[in-house]
């Protein structure tokens, strides 16, 4: 014989056999139904919550990577940065001391001393704005006035190292994207073609240039420096890939890898072309305005590190 129990629902009192699971008659309905007692999915919620959380972690560290391996990219040029405000500062400490000793000269030693100055704000100010923390909303930019300042950030005047840096923009072209996050991938690059051509005797050459091809933005960073073999090309934009000395350049087989998220981010693309031994091209393309799909991928995912709602793009 089987055990009996009588259970109450909805304020009806029902009894059943019960075999194997729990199942109960409701006789206000005049008729008989079956229904098996289900507990609550607790187990699937929970596990829902946990895809989240690991979802927001993930998104954290992206973040913190990108801002880490910007910060790497302002640190390689640490000792560059340093010898070129101690170029400037000297000059300075100098006509300041002139004009002390000579009251004659004061007039133009106070005005060189200024000329200086305003070299090493234009300097810091370049590397805060690069520095300035993440991408942020986007906003029109004019593409040469942000690439200026990226080289600008450098601190040191190319020509120092016979190297011949061009910059070929049309003066009006804007685009509207994250200012931060472009101005790191354009300073990758630049650093990449620094050290390329640093690495081989003769002339040394830089150009970067700008075009709007139809839908696109087109920019190009090309150096006549040492070139990549041609069996390590499809391995540039890997994660921790790198072909410098550990601790000689500073290189993490990172910043290559970064740049093609960010672009991926903005709906961009970037491409590499390059001859061993004559120099190597990369080709970034970008839209002229960030798409509405990106914009809302980005946002969804800051919003997810965050721990905020997604807010969709207009």
């Known amino acids: 014989m089987g055990r009996f129990h009588i259970l109450k629902f909805r304020g009806v009192f029902a009894e059943n056999r019960i075999s194997g699971q729990c199942v109960c008659i409701i006789a206000a309905s005049g008729k008989d139904k079956r229904n098996t007692l289900k507990s609550p999915p607790k187990r699937k919620d929970a596990h829902q919550q946990q895809v989240v959380r690991l979802r927001r972690q993930v998104n954290m560290l992206r973040d913190q990577l990108r801002r880490s391996q910007q910060l790497a990219a302002v640190g390689t040029m640490t000792a560059m940065v340093a010898h070129e405000f101690n170029n400037i500062l000297t000059p300075i400490i100098n006509y300041a001391q002139l004009a002390r000793m000579n009251p004659s000269m004061a007039t133009k030693a106070v005005a060189k001393a200024a000329d200086g100055g305003k070299r090493a704000a234009a300097i810091c100010d370049a590397l805060l704005g690069i520095t300035s923390g993440r991408g942020g ?23 120092k190292d016979s190297i011949s840096l061009e910059i070929s923009i049309p003066p009006r072209l804007e685009i509207v994207t994250r200012r931060v996050e472009l101005q790191q991938v354009i300073l990758n690059l630049l650093m990449n073609a620094r050290s390329a051509v640093m690495s081989k005797s003769g002339s040394r050459y830089i150009k970067i240039s700008a075009v709007q091809t139809g839908q696109d933005i087109e920019i190009t960073v090309y150096d006549n420096g ?89």
């Open 226 to 314: 040492i070139g990549i073999p041609k069996a390590n090309l499809n391995k540039i934009f890997e994660p921790f890939f790198t072909t410098k000395q550990a601790g000689k350049d500073g290189g993490n087989g990172l910043g290559l890898a970064i740049c093609r998220q960010i672009l991926e981010g903005m709906g961009g693309t970037i491409s590499v072309a390059s001859t061993p031994g004559e120099g190597t091209t990369f080709t970034v393309r970008i839209k002229p305005e960030i798409p509405p799909a990106a914009k809302t991928v980005q946002a969804a995912r800051y919003a997810s590190a965050q721990g905020e709602p997604v807010r969709q793009a207009r």
């Open 137 to 159: 909303e986007a906003s029109s930019e004019n593409l040469l006035a942000l690439t200026t300042q990226t080289v600008a950030a450098m601190a040191r005047e190319p020509l």
